[in-house]
T-cell receptor, first 114, second 113 residues
Framework: AQTIHQWPVAEIKAVGSPLSLGCTIKGKSSPNLYWYWQATGGTLQQLFY??????VESVVQLNLSASRPKDDQFILSTEKLLLSHSGFYLCAWSPGDWGGAEQYFGPGTRLTVL | GEQVEQLPSILRVQEGSSASINCSYE??????FPWYKQEPGENPKLIIDIRSNMERKQIQELIVLLDKKAKRFSLHITDTQPGDSAMYFCAASVSGGADRLTFGKGTQLIIQP
């Protein structure tokens, strides 16, 4: 069975500080990977997606960047946090095959920027 | 890009009755429509989905209907229970390769005793 982990569980950071969030999936080779952001009480906004190692596509520009250094790892980062970056960051995966559209979310990282 | 409208934003129903959430989309190329349930502080969980080659799908008390001509789809929960209280999100995407899911704004479902 596939398992998806995100780290850290929660972060409190200062405006202007750097950030790195991680996501790892086990039990599935070559998955599609996604980053989402959810404001408190808000909807889910897809930020990035990746269908293979080293390849990341941006969906929405929020002064964030993403990288996929390994098949099972997806990293979200920024050098300078803004207050507007606060929220719930979710990593998701899908099978990566044509017709395998189901996306499954990780447990998420709750970020508070002060 | 795709736009998904979801209504109502808040839905209160009596325990044991049915609840219905409606979504509409704009891109006629969208062919995959999942529904997610999110409880407070938790991640969204996929509860049911439907593809464009179907008009109706049922999993236990969950029924999804899809009207491609009208570009509308809906979730119906029959015989609601307290555990059904949660935020529900609909989404739409053009399936294949990487899936660009666009979500609705969510419906807060409250089951009243």
């Amino acid at each position: 069975a596939q398992t998806i982990h995100q780290w850290p569980v929660a972060e409190i950071k200062a405006v202007g500080s750097p950030l790195s969030l991680g996501c790892t999936i086990k039990g599935k080779s070559s998955p599609n990977l996604y980053w989402y952001w959810q404001a408190t009480g808000g909807t889910l906004q897809q930020l990035f997606y990746s269908i293979t190692v080293g390849q990341v596509e941006s969906v929405v520009q929020l002064n964030l960047s993403a990288s996929r250094p390994k098949d099972d790892q997806f990293i979200l980062s920024t050098e300078k946090l803004l207050l507007s970056h606060s929220g719930f960051y979710l990593c998701a995966w899908s099978p990566g095959d044509w017709g395998g559209a189901e996306q499954y979310f990780g447990p998420g990282t709750r970020l508070t920027v002060l | 890009g795709e736009q998904v409208e979801q209504l109502p934003s808040i839905l209160r129903v009596q325990e044991g009755s049915s609840a219905s959430i409606n979504c509409s989309y704009e891109d006629s190329a969208s062919n995959y429509f999942p529904w997610y349930k999110q409880e407070p502080g938790e991640n969204p969980k996929l509860i049911i989905d439907i593809r464009s080659n179907m008009e109706r799908k049922q999993i236990q008390e969950l029924i999804v209907l899809l009207d491609k001509k009208a570009k509308r789809f809906s979730l119906h929960i029959t015989d609601t229970q307290p555990g059904d209280s949660a935020m529900y999100f609909c989404a739409a995407s053009v399936s294949g390769g990487a899936d660009r899911l666009t979500f609705g704004k969510g419906t807060q479902l409250i089951i009243q005793p």
